[in-house]
């Protein structure tokens, strides 16, 4: 059953360009895609391909340009005030910085804490058990001990599984998690993924996963979209994006890491050939096609291909399907 649909949607933004001039920067271009309840979609791609400002836009936590958000079966678009406030509890975000997105003066049970508030979602001795459940969850036990403590006296690693817990005391039906591993120590990432996992597969957690790092995607994920320059052009499972991958930019991010292990190689700096995408400068035609080694002139540089269906399940845009 479907739980997040998004329609055509589209982030435009002006952006700066010396001191008086602005120039438009697509971000997000015309992106259609739908999430069943439980799924864990990853979006894959390197920056500037918009994979961040598509998960913030799904939340609702930027003004879209055009199209439609649809959750739970509701077009949530337009909603404002209490309608928001009632959509922001089902739907949570986890952020790449486990530094700067808590709060340094607030100890870790006024962390977890002040969601119940804020949506009034428990208070008293309620709100104080559903601190240590949150807690055992991301396992930072003795629950106690841990709640009494302050972001600084954590490492990196426990600082986002605080993250991880304050997303989840909500008890929210999606949750976006944002590159949540890429700041933390080597030594704690496979560690963190497995335990979103598993989290996920216990709650029944619909899950947009972005990264920068296929082999995680791999991993962690049902599908994987592969994004460029805004636009999706690639989806399906990981068998057929990650073994089987058609769109010569997945074969090129594939290439990119040497050993597809997540334990091993989480994150590993990739070289694409080519200059990295610009949203403010996007070609005519295929956006790829002047990194494409099987570029076809008068074809990929008039024509922008659409995103089809080439097998049950597996999307591509790309003129050589
Ligand atoms: Fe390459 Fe052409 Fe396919 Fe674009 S449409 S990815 S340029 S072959």
Same mark, same amino acid.
């Given at each position: 059953m479907e739980l997040l649909k998004l329609e055509n949607l589209s982030v435009h933004f002006q952006v700066r360009k010396g001191l008086f001039? %602005?120039? $438009? /920067?697509?971000?997000?271009?015309?992106? !259609?895609? !739908?999430? *069943?309840?439980?799924?864990?979609?990853?979006?894959?791609?390197?920056?500037?391909?918009?994979? %961040?400002?598509?998960?913030?836009? !799904? +939340?609702? +936590?930027?003004?879209?340009?055009?199209? &439609?958000?649809?959750?739970?079966?509701? #077009?949530?678009? #337009?909603?404002? #005030?209490?309608?928001?406030? &009632?959509? &922001?509890? &089902?739907? @949570?975000? =986890?952020? @790449?910085d486990p530094y700067s997105s808590i709060n340094p003066f607030m100890s870790i049970r006024e962390v977890l804490m002040e969601p119940l508030a804020i949506h009034k979602a428990a208070e008293g001795k309620e709100a104080e058990e559903r601190v240590y459940k949150a807690l055992a969850d991301v396992k930072? %036990? $003795?629950?106690?001990?841990?709640?009494?403590?302050? $972001?600084?006296?954590? /490492?990196?690693? @426990?600082?986002?599984?605080?993250?991880?817990?304050?997303?989840?005391?909500? *008890?929210?039906?999606?949750?976006?998690a944002d590159e949540p591993v890429s700041m933390v120590d080597a030594s704690s990432r496979a560690e963190i993924l497995h +335990?979103?996992?598993?989290? @996920?597969?216990?709650?029944?957690? %619909?899950?947009?996963? =972005?990264?920068? #790092?296929i082999a995680s995607a791999k991993f962690f994920s049902d599908r994987i979209a592969v994004m460029y320059l805004g636009r999706i052009v690639e989806l399906g499972s990981p068998n057929d994006v990650v073994k089987d991958p058609l769109h010569p930019y997945t074969q090129a991010l594939i290439q990119a890491v040497p050993e597809p292990d997540p334990a091993n190689r989480l994150h590993e700096r990739k070289v694409i050939p080519g200059e990295p995408p610009t949203p403010t400068n996007i070609p005519k035609g295929c956006r790829f096609h002047p990194r494409c080694p099987s570029f076809m002139k008068s074809k990929c540089d008039v024509i922008d291909p659409s995103l089809a269906e080439v097998k049950p399940g597996h999307y591509v845009s790309c003129h050589l399907y």
């Open positions: 001039k %602005t120039t $438009p /920067s697509k971000a997000v271009d015309g992106v !259609s895609l !739908s999430m *069943n309840k439980g799924e864990t979609l990853a979006v894959v791609g390197e920056s500037g391909s918009g994979k %961040t400002t598509l998960g913030r836009a !799904s +939340l609702r +936590l930027l003004k879209l340009t055009s199209g &439609r958000i649809f959750f739970d079966g509701v #077009d949530v678009t #337009d909603l404002k #005030d209490k309608e928001l406030q &009632r959509l &922001r509890k &089902r739907a @949570q975000a =986890i952020f @790449q930072l %036990t $003795p629950e106690e001990e841990f709640a009494a403590k302050y $972001p600084h006296m954590l /490492s990196g690693g @426990q600082r986002q599984r605080v993250g991880i817990a304050r997303a989840l005391i909500l *008890n929210p039906d999606y949750v976006v +335990l979103m996992r598993s989290l @996920q597969q216990k709650y029944g957690i %619909t899950f947009l996963y =972005i990264t920068h #790092d």
